[in-house]
């Protein structure tokens, strides 16, 4: 198993460009989750899915939206992207009462 | 708002030392306790979850609850340089077990110097 994967590791965007942040798993878990966490944060939680076709926002869902449109797959849609989303994203999916998660996408908004 | 609150360090240890690592937490009813580590630039990991108030042990690792004080903790025996990590505390949101939301705190940061 892969486990969970995001794309890319690394971008940079110019202020009001828009990007997709890509997230599978290949455990067959139902619930996925967005978070964000900056320098020397915590993780701050974006939004989450408890499976296919359902979605809901978590404490910071301002400027992103999100889509389970199969199991395998939670994208992150960033629309008109603003310096204040400069972040490290992770996507996580749960299985009982851990949360896996994946490598990161080290997000930079210039 | 709900929050958790760490210590974010650094917290430095000798090798072989018990390092103990503190959070508290505002929600009352929060029913799940967690414990990531997380190494520099790497995602997190869980290291053991607690329910009940009392003492959880895993091998080097207990982890701590009183409810009533609101408080959790990590204890990590013989610490060795490869625990030297940043710990984040997470608390479930009350009424969301089904979901699994959950807050997390700050972190702190672990140094084991050998």
């Known amino acids: 198993n892969a486990g969970v994967t995001q794309t890319p590791k690394f971008r940079i965007l110019k202020i009001g460009q828009s990007m997709t942040l890509q997230c599978a798993q290949d455990m067959n878990h139902n619930y996925m989750y967005w978070y964000r966490q900056d320098p020397g944060m915590g993780l701050k939680l974006i939004y989450y899915?408890?499976?296919?076709?359902?979605?809901d926002k978590g404490e910071v869902p301002n400027g992103y939206n999100v889509s389970r449109s199969t199991t395998e797959d939670f994208p992150l849609r960033l629309e008109l992207a603003a310096p204040s989303q400069t972040s490290v994203y992770f996507c996580?999916?749960?299985?009982?009462?851990?949360?896996?998660f994946g490598p990161g996408t080290r997000l930079t908004v210039l | 708002q709900k929050e958790v609150e760490q210590n974010s360090g650094p917290l430095s240890v000798p090798e072989g030392a018990i390092a103990s690592l503190n959070c508290t937490y505002s929600d009352r009813g929060s029913q799940s306790f967690f414990w990531y580590r997380q190494y520099s630039g790497k995602s997190p990991e869980l290291i053991m979850f607690i329910y009940s108030n009392g003492d959880k042990e895993d091998g080097r690792f207990t982890a701590q609850l009183n409810k009533a004080s609101q408080y959790v903790s990590l204890l990590i025996r013989d610490s060795q340089p490869s625990d030297s990590a940043t710990y984040l505390c997470a608390v479930n949101i009350a009424g969301s077990s089904n979901t699994g939301k959950l807050i997390f705190g700050q972190g702190t940061t672990l140094q084991v110097k050998p």
């Open positions: 899915s408890v499976g296919a076709g359902i979605t």
């Open positions: 996580a999916s749960r299985q009982n009462n851990e949360q896996f």
